[in-house]
């Protein structure tokens, strides 16, 4: 019985670990593609997600969807790259939560909070350098899905 009791802790703290990694390197690709935006430019993910089907006007049937447009900048495709290995779909506001809290580490969220259509507007770094994030997450006809988006104006 021991032995299964410490076989259901380790397995609780590897999973745990891995929850944190995932969150770890999220929170790593959107600081550094925050931060890469210089002053006076401006650079943009967005994150779409189909749950139940596929995207509108794609043929092929399908149980979900998703997909991340990120303008070719190489810190972005990093964004992306975690999006779409972790990102979740069914629960898209999920996204948007570990944004929001990656960008702002003082702010925690209930897990049993869920977002399905929100934005918020915030300032990252100094007031002599950083940028105005804007984060929002809507519904969006023309795709039939939900749509993460992260716009960055440096300053």
């Known amino acids: 019985m021991r032995k299964y009791l410490n076989m ?22 959107m600081d550094t593609f925050v931060e890469s935006v210089g002053p006076d430019k401006s650079k943009s ?38 999006l779409m290995e972790h990102g979740a779909i069914e629960f898209s506001g999920t996204n948007f939560k570990n944004t929001l809290e990656c960008l702002s ?17 915030m300032t990252y770094g100094t007031d002599e350098r950083g940028a105005i994030v804007d984060l929002s997450l809507k519904s969006n006809a023309e795709i039939d899905g939900m749509v993460l988006k992260i716009e960055v104006q440096g300053y």
Do not use: M
């Open 45 to 82: 993910i967005e994150f779409h997600t189909a749950w139940g089907h596929n995207f509108k006007g794609v043929a092929e049937e399908a149980i979900f969807a998703k997909r991340c447009i990120h303008q070719d900048d190489e810190s972005a495709k990093n964004v992306c790259k975690y």
């Open 105 to 121: 580490p003082k702010t925690t969220i209930d897990a049993l909070v869920q977002f399905e259509d929100a934005s918020v507007s």
């Open 8 to 29: 259901l802790s380790l397995l609780a703290f590897l999973l745990a670990q891995n929850a944190y990694s995932k969150e770890e390197k999220l929170c790593s690709a």
